[in-house]
């Protein structure tokens, strides 16, 4: 079965950090590049980061570039998106996601361009 499992979320102050982990299974990893999105209530849905398949690209939403960090362990089949800096605004459900083309989707903000998602992960922001 292909599977992603998002774990780390939570409630975080202003300022404060979290990291979020995404493990993937049912499919090979290695081969395949991986994004974060994002969903606020009441907003779209938000691209936030890709990851290459062996971590030599990486790309980021402006929103949270400079806070944000993609990494990814292929031998635990493993994606993290480190959060620093975190802001009120950041607080939306977070979605680990697979791309349906080995590339940078052309379309990266839209749910078409990911065939594979995880369950979401609450992060809250607030003090």
């Known amino acids: 079965e292909v599977q992603l499992v998002e774990s780390g979320g939570g409630l975080v102050q202003p300022g404060g950090s979290l990291t979020l982990s995404c493990a993937a299974s049912?499919?090979?990893?290695?081969?395949?590049?991986m994004s974060w999105v994002r969903q606020a209530p009441g907003k779209e849905l938000e691209w936030i980061s890709y990851?290459?398949?062996?971590?030599?690209?990486?790309r980021y939403a402006d929103s949270v570039k400079g806070r944000f960090i993609s990494s990814r362990d292929n031998t635990k089949n493993t994606v993290y998106l480190q959060m620093n800096n975190l802001e009120p605004e950041d607080t939306a459900v977070y979605y680990c996601v697979k791309p349906k083309t080995f590339y940078f989707p052309d379309f990266p903000g839209e749910r078409s361009s990911y065939d594979v998602w995880g369950q979401g992960t609450q992060v809250t922001v607030s003090s």
């Open positions: 990851i290459s398949n062996g971590a030599l690209t990486t």
């Open positions: 049912g499919f090979t990893f290695s081969r395949w590049a």
